[in-house]
């Protein structure tokens, strides 16, 4: 079910090991999204060393902006670099990410992702705006999770995100594949660790 993971300019960005987990989980290409003087700066692979790289090389400035990663694991569309999220929008002044299945008809080759963006979204809100775009967003996200970035590095998310130190994550199933120590790790110990690391409340039931 591929993962968003929404920074904020103030959180901090998460560790390596976690964009290598969130890989991990959703295979068939990954994206990032920034922002630095109201311009968005855009990277996406089907190689999850060129992300990892890409990501440890920029960390520092992807640490002091905003930015939307995205992971993919292939639904509708081709396992291809166009369909790895972080669509710009046709105005250049935002990008969109999904997360979730659609129960909408795909477009060709283009995902249920890019199909609502270029077929239900954007004729909206070109003629009203994003307000009255939301009204689509409110009527198909069902499940799914919708985030856009901005030039201005403002994020609108959509759908249920977990906040893990500021970081908003559409899901938390990349946690399961984050490295541990060498010693026997059974479910109960793993259950007891998201606890304390995300908390009653944001820990997903």
């Not at 295979?27 to 692979?45: C, E, M």
């Not at 129960?103 to 890019?114: F, K, M």
């Not at 999770?145 to 893990?164: M, P, Q, R, S, W």
Request: glycine share 6%.
């Amino acid at each position: 079910m591929c993962v968003i993971i929404a920074k904020p300019s103030k959180a901090q960005a998460p560790e390596l090991a976690t964009i290598k987990a969130a890989i991990a989980t959703n295979p068939h290409g990954s994206a990032i999204v920034w922002v630095k003087d109201n311009q968005l700066y855009t990277f996406r692979t089907l190689n999850a060393d060129e992300m990892l790289k890409y990501y440890a090389d920029n960390f520092d400035e992807l640490n002091a902006h905003a930015f939307v990663f995205h992971a993919r694991i292939a639904t509708n569309g081709s396992k291809s670099l166009k369909n790895c999220h972080g669509w710009k929008t046709l105005n250049g002044h935002a990008a969109f990410f999904h997360n979730g299945i659609l129960n909408i008809e795909s477009r060709g080759d283009l995902t249920d992702s890019e199909t609502f963006l270029r077929d239900i979204y954007e004729p909206i809100a070109l003629k009203g705006g994003h307000k009255k775009a939301v009204k689509a967003i409110n009527a198909i996200i069902g499940s799914s999770k919708f985030a856009f970035i901005g030039d201005t590095g403002e994020i609108k998310l959509y759908g249920h995100y977990f906040n893990v130190n500021g970081v908003m994550y559409s899901n938390l199933n990349h946690v399961r594949h984050e490295p541990r120590t060498a010693r026997h790790y059974s479910y109960i110990d793993w259950w007891h660790d998201q606890l304390k690391l995300y908390g009653n409340e944001d820990f997903p039931r």
